[in-house]
């Protein structure tokens, strides 16, 4: 198993009437995977659940276990049914997440985004700032002052999901995707922020570029943001 991916887009920010549940949730996927449920709403200390189970389940390193997928708040476990059948794998992940409170999330780290605004690195900068009825700066300004927690990697290879933008600049997806959207642009859709970490379609509203090297195949590991890092922006000339 290698960097864990998940390849479709999670859903905007925030989810409505969500909830944490008393106990995980242990639903059948298919025929091959069970997913694993904390809530249906994004929270910090739930995202730190997921990823330190699978973190947890990833060091146990079954040979049933084909791959581990985290998202915001479910963690989805691809098994090898010739192996396992599915009521014994049920059983072992039940017995895993009893374990539960001595699960330890990975250390977050502090890491700033150096960021070019506008122009011809945020082409739709001056969209969000008319749909949110503010200048142009006001919006690097919004976006600037939060500090983004990064909850998970997904869509293409280090590509991080960072909440939450201030409700005031959240945007709506492009209509029509871009066809070439460059490596280090930083996006805006929903309340979420992210940075393409190579040239890749994409229908999120891009307000700068970064110079950054977000992902490197020959780096360990090859993306440079994880899981619970902490993550600024700061606009750049």
Do not use: K
């Not at 200390?45 to 079954?62: F, K, P, S, W, Y």
């Not at 859709?189 to 992902?215: N, V």
């Amino acid at each position: 198993m290698g960097e864990w991916v998940i390849f479709l887009p999670p859903p905007a920010l925030p989810l409505s009437h969500s909830m944490i549940f008393a106990t995980p949730r242990l639903i059948p996927a298919g025929d091959s995977a069970i997913l694993i449920e904390w809530a249906d709403e994004i929270d910090d200390a739930i995202n730190d659940r997921v990823h330190a189970c699978a973190q947890l389940l990833h060091d146990l390193a079954r040979p049933d276990i084909r791959d581990l997928i985290p998202a915001y708040s479910s963690l989805l476990v691809c098994y090898d049914p010739a192996r396992v059948a599915f009521d014994e794998m049920r059983a072992f992940l039940e017995t895993v997440l009893q374990s539960a409170p001595t699960m330890n999330a990975r250390a977050s780290r502090a890491i700033e985004i150096p960021t070019r605004y506008g122009g011809e690195f945020g082409p739709d900068l001056a969209f969000i700032a008319q749909h949110a009825g503010i200048s142009e700066d006001d919006v690097i300004r919004l976006h600037t002052r939060v500090e983004y927690r990064v909850y998970l990697i997904g869509f293409a290879p280090g590509f991080a999901y960072l909440g939450s933008v201030p409700e005031q600049i959240a945007a709506p997806r492009l209509d029509t995707p871009r066809p070439r959207v460059p490596a280090g642009s930083v996006g805006i859709a929903g309340r979420q922020t992210g940075i393409y970490p190579s040239e890749t379609p994409g229908g999120w509203r891009i307000i700068g570029r970064t110079s950054l090297t977000m992902f490197d195949p020959q780096r360990d590991p090859p993306t440079l943001l994880q899981p619970g890092d902490r993550v600024r922006f700061v606009s750049v000339t």
